[in-house]
């Protein structure tokens, strides 16, 4: 028992559980849409398309998570526009511009004097939360549960059914435009507590984890959730036991509970249901 | 090649404050030279296509792939924008009445495997009548419920949408036109992808329809004979109405 509390005694611990999972909340709720939606690799682009914003941001002094915010939503905008007039095919346009963006961050980053700062960037540092960035994480998720509640029956909608939902005034292309704002703010502050790479693995694994348990959205959403918060707690208390990095714990911890549900679905089904 | 000129899409507002009351006695759909097609397209798909359908009529657009069967629908539906022409549903242009115009996709245009269960399905023929941030209430609930029933779709209510075999979709779908309390119903290809018994079953439920008084045009190719089944015929070829020849 003390092997698991006692690390939550720690203030940094403390704050550094809350992070966790706050982002892991927002990024597992909007997560389900980004799995039902085949919306991954937009979350992955935008994640990589915040390294400029946050280079620039760096370089001059201000805010990090503004320099990927302003980035972030930006290319929110970018992607949003390009799949509308569909000039070249989405995912075609997303490879450019998420490579395109990346290569820029680094080159920027390069003229910069240190590269502690790109390790954080790309692998996270969850340890390195003020309290500040926590109100600010915790705003976003907030924003995000939010947005996803008020709009719950549009989104819903326009998630399986556009061409209905355009009938009805409803077009598709606006809801797809918050999605992907909401998806950007939340993918800036999961890049502070995992890192950029691995980003995606928070959208992905613990919705399609829910995916496999249950076929209701509010309820894949409420699973999702639990399990990014279970994921959170078990990759921070692996991370200081065994001094591994924090995100790629959180996201170990994900993944093994995706094969475990993956595994035990196999085998109800084998033992005759 | 340049893309012909087009309107802007017609504004079809969501919720039901701005919704329009039709004209008295105006035919359910009349359309009068019509010339649309999708927006990027080179040319048009449908060209001076002109017919009527009075109200309380099963109706079919026959013709091959190609033909401008879905551009009609589509244009009617107000989700593509119409070159020339006029388009009027009970007398009002795409938009005036989409409350009481129902377009029902092709099963291919939904994703089936989202996690939704038959009862959303079919309760978001509310949405258009509750707009933004109303939820459904009991009211509509219970209006879902026994449109279930009268389809014989309420064991299967909490099922999810893509356990339903073709024949069950398609039912899920009319269903969700009548709990919008659609009018007029315009679906594109439903008989697609089904056998014999399943169509014919379809087919009784749409002449029902009819006899409730909801209009129906439905696209179609898969009918040897569509004058024997369909109250009316509308034929197309190459994006132009054609003219058939009087039956004896």
Known sequence: MNWLLEPFALPFMQTALAAAVLVGLGCSLLGVYVVHRRMAFVGDALAHTTLPGVAVAYLSGVSLSLGATVAGVLTAVLIGWMSRRQQVREDTAIGIAFTGMFALGVVILSRAKTTRNLTDILLGNVLAVTTDDLWSIGGVTGAVAFVLFLLHKELELTSFDPTHAAAIGLGPDRLRFVLLVLLSLTVVTAIQVIGLILTTALLVTPAATASLVTQRLARSMAVAAGLAVLAAGAGLLMSFHFRVPAGAAIVLAAAAFFVATACAKRLLHFSGR | ?248
């Not at chain 2, 097609?37 to 309380?56: H, L, M, T």
């Not at chain 2, 039912?171 to 659609?182: I, S």
């Open chain 2, 1 to 248: 090649m340049t893309a012909f000129h087009t309107h802007r899409n017609p504004y079809l507002p969501y919720g039901g404050r701005e919704h329009a009351h039709p004209y008295l006695f105006a035919a359910a759909l009349a359309v009068e030279n019509l010339t649309a097609g999708y927006p990027n397209a080179p040319k048009p798909a449908v060209r001076n296509v002109s017919f009527d359908i009075p109200e309380g009529t099963l109706a079919a657009l026959v013709g091959p792939n190609g033909a401008g069967k879905s551009t009609i629908l589509k244009a009617v539906a107000g989700l593509i924008p119409f070159h020339s022409g006029s388009i009027n549903v009970f007398g009002l242009p795409p938009g005036g009445c989409h409350h009481r115009t129902a377009y029902l996709p092709q099963r291919g245009e939904i994703d089936w495997r989202f996690p939704v269960t038959v009862e959303r399905l079919v309760l978001t023929g509310r949405y258009v009548h509750l707009g933004w941030l109303r939820w459904p209430g009991r009211k509509d609930y219970d209006v879902v419920r026994r449109t279930l029933n009268r389809l014989g779709l309420e064991s299967l209510a909490h099922r999810q949408i893509a356990e339903l075999s073709g024949g069950q979709q398609q039912r899920a779908l009319v269903a969700r036109a009548l709990v919008q309390g659609a009018d007029l119903l315009l679906l594109d290809e439903p008989f697609n992808n089904l056998d014999a018994e399943t169509r014919a079953d379809l087919l009784t439920l749409f002449a029902e329809l009819r006899d409730a008084k909801k209009t129906l045009v439905i696209a179609t190719h898969d009918f040897d004979r569509p004058n024997d089944v369909f109250d009316q015929v509308v034929r197309l070829h190459g994006g132009c109405r054609q003219i058939e020849p009087v039956p004896e």
